[in-house]
């Protein structure tokens, strides 16, 4: 923040008192804490759980979907496809090590866990689904369920 000295007003009236300076670290952790996790990549749900980030797009055979998983491996993540709806969920578990001799000072790593639903705008065909991560990006590719032919009900 620059000051901008104007009139004759002596440079140290426009510094804060202790107050001032309390309220100033007030402010700037709130919008730490406000902006910190879509700095690390998703929105948080509740404490340890956050949402994804996705995107989205279709053609008239598939959709395909592209989520953050950052730091998840390929076997804790679980696509879960009923009608519409789908559902990812992963977890990443980031041990700290410690060596003997050594003490953890600080530690920022700890387990995360993603979790996000959404909802197609048709069914997916869930046995043709396909799953792929590469470099903590989920990629799905969920084709559109075919619907049948329009069937003529016979009058009586």
Request: some cysteine; proline content about 4%.
């Amino acid at each position: 923040m620059n000051l901008i000295r104007r009139g004759n007003a002596p440079l140290s009236t426009l510094r804060g008192g202790p107050i001032e300076d309390q309220f100033g670290r007030m402010v700037e952790n709130m919008f730490q804490d406000f902006f910190a996790p879509m700095a690390q990549g998703g929105h948080w749900l509740e404490d340890g759980l956050a949402m994804p980030r996705l995107n989205v797009s279709e053609n008239e055979k598939a959709f395909e979907v592209q989520a953050e998983l950052p730091g998840v491996k390929k076997e804790d993540v679980k696509v879960s496809i009923d009608g519409q709806r789908v559902t990812i969920e992963g977890e990443c578990q980031q041990a700290n090590e410690q060596r003997e001799g050594e003490q953890v000072v600080y530690s920022e790593r700890s387990t995360r866990r993603y979790q996000r639903s959404f909802t197609l705008s048709s069914e997916v065909d869930d046995a043709g689904a396909q799953a792929r991560l590469e470099n903590g990006i989920l990629m799905l590719t969920l084709p559109k369920k075919q619907g049948g032919a329009a069937k003529r009900l016979t009058i009586q």
